[in-house]
């Protein structure tokens, strides 16, 4: 099925990409961004902390903005949250007024690529959060995507904590896709480079595209050779499918944290993926 699904990626591009004897067509429609200068951020913040009794996490791939109630949704799932982790984060006009009306938030984003013929509007990972994070680190992952090798931005941030010496390290994740096991492998491997050398509490949430049971297979070895916990939503038979292997694609784990309430957001239609939503407190 994945071999199927990358030849069927390949066929639908291979006549933009019989334009140009090599990949440098794709600069009209995408631009790259070293990673080093891949985090930006906008916003600021009132609260010092995170209080380790209760911690409100609401998780979503939000298609670039692009599905019609995508703001008014935004704005009613947003209210009142400590975190919001978004994949296919975008920055245009409608993003960018939306998250202005959050007051006391700062945006971190680990760009993934600029859009070159929508004024360079940058896609990527992001967390917004009402406490300012202590270190953002962004990584790109080591393969790019297939035929337009782009690649996949991971966002880090680690915020304080009330009464506590250790930070809460926050994962954002969108993994990559359009590839075989071996680069999704290894797009994993960084995020647990940055696990290993943390030893506070972790979410670690986001559309991991687990699309093949082998790609699954691994993350869930990966969790639990960290001793991370799988959030168990309460309907969390609504989160996006893969439509061909009917693979979940989107997850929550946390450790040193524990989980008093998890649902989805199953009527939303604002994105094709589904909002979900954690509430933690720190253990």
Known sequence: MERFFIVLIVTVFINLNALAEDKGVWDRYFRLVPEEQAHVYQGKTQRPHFKPESIKAFIWNIKKTQMMNWKQEFETFGKNQDLILLQEAYQNK????TASTFKDYRWDMGISMY??????????????????????????????????HTPKAMTFAKYPIEG???????ISVHGINITKYGPFKRHMDQAAEQIENHSGPILFAGDFNTRTKARTAYLMKMIEKYGFKTVEFKNGHQRMRWKFTNNYLDHGFVRGLKVNHAYVAGEATGSDHKPMFIEMAVE
Do not use: C, W
């Not at 409608?94 to 007024?97: A, G, P, Q, R, V």
């Not at 929508?118 to 297939?146: F, L, W």
């Open 164 to 170: 506590r010496a250790d930070e809460l390290l926050v």
């Open 94 to 97: 409608l993003f960018n007024t």
């Open 115 to 148: 859009y070159v013929q929508d004024n360079d509007a940058a896609t990527g990972t992001m967390i917004g959060s009402k406490v300012s994070p202590q270190e953002v680190v962004v990584k790109h992952s080591p393969d790019g995507e297939a035929v337009v």
